[in-house]
């Protein structure tokens, strides 16, 4: 009793198993989903790099104090000050305030996190596209291998009639024991498929629910007919040549280029010289002195410091060449982002189109395949066709339905990646494919 009561506990922690659509899972995942999440505080974590580079061309105003007890034995020769030992206490309090004047470093400090804070922008664009892709491909995960787990269900109840009409006829001596034996391979092995296919069903759950964070329960399928649009415009190269105009990738790489040049201007900075404007005012006061006299000193000091670096051991021409060096890494990353984007197009491109090819080709064998289970049935009828041939024709219908479910998830999630190879993919896309599903549950 105690351990039925710590599980139910658990589950309860656990909260209700999501019963939704593509697109309700999809909410779910932005609020749950770590990999997003991690996305968005690095976002709001990158934006404090504009007040911090800023910072560095405003002034910089600090307060000191201080107290110290002192305790002088002095011996003045030939002196009008009388010698020996006193004790006293001095005390100062001040502000000194440094603006800069011309710090090139500081500037390149302040346009790099200019440039960060587009690049933050850019990475959380990423991660928003790459969880409408990663939600879409394990929602059909789940409802793919929960169709393949049917259609092997059925193709164990035919073998197990098949099975079952073996051994009648080895009984009545019309089948060897050879027959049977067959027959019962066929029927261990469907049973073996069957717990792999299981096994399939529990770990697409799982993956689901890593995104959105609690189990999944029943997610609606696809309607069937499903009309798929072909690609607009129709030409691959179009695609191409917007992936390299709006591709979030190249963004990205081009930023990481910018930034190195950045660094390249931030490492030369160490040549050149500084000039700050500096002021201080101070009050200093001391109940006595080595000298036996008492004083009380305010003073305001307003003036320019110039810092010219000579010669730092050549640590700063080896920044700039370790700088330049990264520039021209940077430089090759955009070339294979650019490269990489337009494979990646070609292959979303072709994904679909292939696709919705194998759609209509397998939507005509569902419908030639329904039409052989309906004839089977009526020979059935007519004593010409057995139970066992309208299983295998049931079994059949199964196995092009999975298949067409398979082809249709293919061809839409390589249509997410299409847009997503040109920067272009947003949750509206998701409701024009959520419009195409029903709750298979009613």
């Keep these: 009793m105690k351990r039925v009561s710590i599980l139910a506990a658990a589950l309860l922690a656990a909260g209700p198993a999501l019963s939704a659509d593509l697109i309700a899972v999809y909410r779910e995942a932005t609020l749950q989903d770590a990999a997003y999440s ?7 974590a990158a934006q404090e790099r ?12 600090n307060f000191g104090a201080g107290s110290n007890y002192n305790d002088v034995d002095v011996e003045y020769k030939n002196s009008t000050f009388a010698s020996g030992r006193r004790d006293f206490y001095d005390y100062n309090y001040g502000v000194t305030v440094s603006q800069p004047i011309y710090r090139s470093e500081n500037m390149a400090i302040y346009e790099q996190a200019k440039i960060q804070v587009r690049q933050a922008q850019t990475q959380l664009n990423i991660a928003a596209q790459d969880l409408i892709i990663r939600v879409a491909q394990a929602y059909f995960d789940v409802l793919l291998a929960r169709a393949n787990l049917r259609t092997i269900s059925s193709q164990k109840v ?6 079952e009409q073996a051994k009648r006829n080895f009984v009545v001596g019309t089948a060897t024991i050879t027959d049977s034996r067959e027959a019962q391979a066929r029927y261990d092995l469907v049973v073996a498929q069957e717990l792999g296919a299981q096994n399939d069903v529990e770990v697409s759950n799982r993956a689901l629910e890593q995104i959105v964070g609690r189990p999944v329960g029943e997610i609606s399928g696809l309607i069937t007919p499903v009309t798929l649009n072909a690609p607009q415009p129709a030409e691959m190269n179009a695609w191409v040549e917007q992936a390299h105009q709006s591709s979030l990738r190249i963004a990205l790489a081009q930023q990481s280029l910018e930034l190195a040049t950045r660094d390249v201007e931030l490492a030369s900075a160490g040549h050149r010289p500084t000039l700050d404007a500096v002021g201080s005012l101070s009050q200093h006061y001391a109940d ?3 000298q036996g006299i008492g004083s009380d000193v305010r003073a305001l000091v307003i003036g320019v410091q110039l810092n010219v670096p000579l010669y730092q051991g050549g640590a700063v021409s080896s920044r700039v060449r370790e700088a330049v060096a990264n520039q021209e890494r940077a430089r090759q990353d955009l070339e294979n982002a650019r490269r990489s984007a337009a494979l990646e197009t070609r292959q979303a491109y072709l994904g679909v189109t292939t696709g919705l090819g194998q759609v209509k080709a397998l939507q005509q064998a569902v419908a030639s395949t329904q039409l052989q289970l309906e004839s089977t049935k009526l020979g059935q009828e007519v004593g010409v066709r057995t ?8 079994q059949q219908l199964s196995i092009a339905r999975r298949d067409l479910a398979q082809a249709l998830y293919n061809t839409i999630l390589n249509q997410l990646r299409l847009k997503a190879a040109v920067g272009k993919l947003a949750e509206a896309d998701l409701a024009d494919i959520n419009a195409l599903l029903k709750d298979d549950t009613k």
């Design 288 to 290: 006595s002195s080595a």
């Design 158 to 163: 035919a073998v197990a009639e098949q099975l």
């Design 50 to 61: 504009l007040p911090q580079g800023r910072a560095l061309l405003l002034p910089n105003v």
């Design 387 to 394: 139970a066992v041939d309208v299983l295998n024709a049931e």
């Design 38 to 44: 991690s996305a968005k505080a690095q976002y709001i």
